[in-house]
Nanobody, 119 residues
């Protein structure tokens, strides 16, 4: 059973940065595109980024393009999401998911890591 575990969330101030990690276990990262999503309280889940299995294609939502950067380290079976210039509007639970960027179908989801941006 493929499992995804996110880490790296926390409480930060506006303008700060965080680097989230998504570790895949009981599976091989090379087989999957990895999507990043977030869900704020009372809001619908929002797609942020998707990085292809080869890392050749990376998609970003308009709201985070230029501030968030996705990358992957195959040797560590880990995908990262660098969050820069954070604002209170970025406060949410951040999740990674394994599947297909093109079809937007994700078979496996992590439980999430909480990011809180507050002064």
């Amino acid at each position: 059973q493929v499992q995804l575990v996110e880490s790296g969330g926390g409480l930060v101030q506006p303008g700060d940065s965080l680097k989230l990690a998504c570790v895949i276990s009981a599976g091989t990262l090379d087989h999957y595109d990895i999507g990043w999503f977030r869900q704020a309280p009372g809001k619908e889940r929002e797609g942020l980024s998707c990085i292809s299995s080869s890392s050749k294609n990376i998609w970003y939502a308009g709201a985070v393009k230029g501030r968030f950067t996705a990358s992957r380290d195959t040797g560590k079976n880990t995908v990262y999401l660098q969050l820069d210039n954070l604002s209170p509007e970025d406060t949410a639970a951040y999740h990674c998911a394994a599947g297909s960027c093109d079809s937007e179908i994700y078979a496996y989801w992590g439980k999430g890591t909480l990011v809180t941006v507050s002064s």
